[in-house]
């Protein structure tokens, strides 16, 4: 079976500061990793996804994730918040088995940024 | 441009009543998903659909209908039967790879019963 926890429902970081979002994930076989974004009221985003390549993946809005298969992790990361960045943020985890519901996204993380 | 459109972006439900909600997508996917989603929940499974003519329950399917009488058409009757429907709801589809590519998503309808 497989799930994302993700640590922390609400995060808030001062403008400019660092940005750490953090997710850890439980597979059986090796993880495709996704994260995405959400604004009130609108639909999901995808920011970025972990498919087996390179271990550190760079996404849109300055945002980028590292996993480390060793810590089960693939936490999100952003040197400088900016204000637009306040948002819902979803892990979602996957594997290479093509079938309709293998993909388990977590409960969410609500970003604020404090001007 | 492709995408996944949802409507409409708000509906209000009387007590009693079925809805229907629409997810037209044109990114010629084969797959598509409901989710509904609430405070501090994340997003829950409702229904999903590999092909046309054919769908399963996700986890929370009672209450909920669907057809797919087209690739590019996956609507959502919530029914009389689901007693707390209040909720946002989210239409996604996807290629079969989903494992690889992951969802589209389109930008979600708003439930409210009164």
Known sequence: AQSVTQLGSHVSVSEGALVLLRCNYSSSVPPYLFWYVQYPNQGLQLLLKYTSAATLVKGINGFEAEFKKSETSFHLTKPSAHMSDAAEYFCAVSDHRNTGNQFYFGTGTSLTVIP | ?114
């Open chain 2, 1 to 114: 441009d492709g995408g996944i459109t949802q409507s409409p972006k708000y509906l209000f439900r009387k007590e009693g009543q079925n809805v229907t909600l629409s997810c037209e997508q044109n990114l010629n996917h084969d797959a598509m998903y409901w989710y509904r989603q609430d405070p501090g929940q994340g997003l829950r499974l409702i229904y999903y659909s590999q092909i046309v003519n054919d769908f399963q329950k996700g986890d929370i399917a009672e209450g909920y209908s669907v057809s797919r009488e087209k690739k590019e058409s996956f609507p959502l009757t919530v029914t009389s039967a689901q007693k707390n429907p209040t909720a946002f709801y989210l239409c996604a589809s996807s290629s079969l790879q989903v494992s690889i590519y992951g969802y589209t998503f389109g930008s979600g309808t708003r439930l409210t019963v009164v």
